[in-house]
């Protein structure tokens, strides 16, 4: 859990002020200068750029990181991996291409009827999944080197970033909608650039794939395994993207935009968890093929606990503060009807987290179809939640099916786990982290502030954060956060 830890630090900090950005962005830039049914638009395309990604990757995702260690040589430069990884998902968007087209004179009227604004953007699906897709395939090659930073530097934090600017742009009249849109869609381009010099800078860059390596078993076995990660991997993105989409598609972009506010704020407490899943990934692939149990069960209790422990912490800033943000917003009541989402999507994120890495140890596992299998499911009582509860209860419906969904698709995982590795992620640590989160909230809940939002929100932070992390630190929940802990103080003592 070291190496995590440590890259996961580095990571963390990235994270934390594309968080922040995030947040500005959310709280504040985008209600000032657009419609709730202009947010749902921008917002529509990229999450549907992401949940069409999986398909034209074909994937190779998957592959990227299990069979990695097959190819892995740094004197033939990996035997040219990326190339046949580069190859699959050129084949996919062809395929993506030739369905887009086929499908387009119905989809098209169908979003059409629903928000007229489509007309001007529908065609912007395509490169968005382009770009999606293949910066997804470099970005999860490079963490074959335990390299996340960059990756994360030049997608994430570079599309928070400029999306700032687009819309400062738009603000002080340099940008028309229309204009920004777009820019924001050519800027999406930058990270497929990037990432491939970055590759090239580290000396894996090679697309000349030796075919010889592949026999006829690990042929059938790969493309096997490709095929079942296809749905494998839609339980990140269903779990995060589907309900924007549907409510886009079932209702219209306004009541996106709506939902999508609340949305960012309840998808920070997870943020976390990224850098946790992207460090693992590897470390857990390398272990299932040594089947090295030991270090799984390891992997999985401790980066449950510390999640949990980050997750618990955020959800207490955010729902504590959730009046003081919505003050603080331009438009602030347009967006307040969405508070309760925040504590429904909240509980689902520390669920989801409290579970960690239960993904990646079915997915890179001999046991990889059973993660099929549970994604499966978690489409299925997404949209089908999301069917019955859309019509009945607008934004608040989604929250809820979300939230049933996630808990169910969770639970049978950390069973299925159990079953055939004999781990869970639990402690008696864990019932205790959550004692702490209970009496942090009754300690701050009853206090009262009457200052300016920012200032409140402030105080409120300070106050959460100081004694949940006396309380997580003093009373020993986390051995990683307090050797973490220890080693900070160390250093400022050396100073």
């Known amino acids: 859990m070291g190496v995590i830890i440590r890259q996961g630090g580095k990571f963390g900090i990235l994270n934390y002020v594309s968080m922040l950005i995030g947040f500005f962005n959310a709280l504040y830039l985008f209600p000032l200068a657009l419609s709730p049914q202009e947010i749902g638009l921008v917002d529509y395309l990229f999450q549907t750029g992401s949940l069409l990604a999986p398909f034209i990757m074909l994937g190779a995702h998957g592959l990227a990181i299990k069979y990695y260690p097959y190819f892995k040589s740094k004197e033939k430069k990996d035997n040219g991996f990326l190339g046949l990884l580069l190859m699959i998902t050129t084949f996919g968007f062809s395929l993506f291409l030739l369905f887009f087209f086929i499908f387009r004179p119905w ?64 603000i002080i009249g340099v940008f028309s909608f229309y204009e920004m849109t777009y820019a924001f869609v050519l800027a999406s381009f930058f990270p497929i650039i990037a990432l491939i010099i970055y590759i090239r800078k580290m000396g894996h860059w090679n697309l000349n794939f030796q075919r010889e390596m592949v026999d006829n078993d690990l042929r059938k076995e790969m493309g096997e395994y490709a095929l079942y990660g296809i749905i494998g991997s839609l339980g990140p993105i269903v779990g995060n993207y589907i309900d924007t989409i549907m409510l886009g598609s079932f209702l219209n972009l306004t009541s996106a935009g709506l939902y999508t506010i609340p949305m960012y704020i309840a998808m920070g407490i997870a943020i976390p968890t990224t850098s946790i899943l992207n460090i693992s990934a590897p470390i857990i692939s390398k272990a299932s093929k040594e089947n090295d149990t030991e270090t799984i069960k390891t992997l999985y209790k401790q980066s449950s606990l510390n999640l949990l422990v980050v997750g618990i912490l955020l959800f207490l800033l955010a729902w504590l503060s959730a009046d003081d943000l919505f003050d603080f917003m331009p438009n602030g009541d347009t967006f307040r009807a969405g508070k309760i989402i925040i504590l429904i999507l909240g509980i689902s994120k520390l669920f989801d987290m409290a579970t960690s890495i239960n993904n990646q140890i079915l997915g890179y596992s001999k046991y990889y179809k059973y993660n099929f299998y549970l994604i499966g499911l978690l489409v299925v009582l997404n949209i089908t939640g999301n069917a019955i509860l859309i019509p009945k209860y607008d934004i608040f419906g989604v929250a809820l099916a979300s939230l049933f969904a996630l808990f169910v698709f969770n639970l049978l995982k950390v069973i299925v786990i159990q ?18 989160g209970g009496l942090v909230y009754l300690s701050v809940y009853f206090i009262p502030l009457e200052f300016h939002p920012l200032l409140n929100i402030t105080i409120r932070s300070i106050l959460i954060g100081g004694l949940f992390m006396s309380l997580v630190y003093f009373l020993k929940i986390s051995k990683d956060i307090n050797g973490l802990v220890d080693s900070v103080i160390g250093k400022l003592r050396g100073r």
Request: hydrophobic share 55%; aromatic share 20%.
């Open 107 to 170: 989809v098209m009227p169908f979003l059409l009827e629903k928000d007229p604004l489509w007309k001007d953007y529908f065609y912007l699906i395509i490169p968005v999944t382009f770009t999606t897709g293949f910066g997804f395939i470099l970005a999860k090659y490079c963490s074959n080197f335990l390299r996340i930073t960059i990756p994360y530097l030049v997608k994430e934090f570079w599309m928070r970033a400029i999306r700032m600017v687009l819309t400062i742009l738009l």
């Open 419 to 436: 079953r055939l590795f004999s781990i869970h992620p639990f402690s008696k640590n864990h019932f205790f982290l959550l004692l702490i």
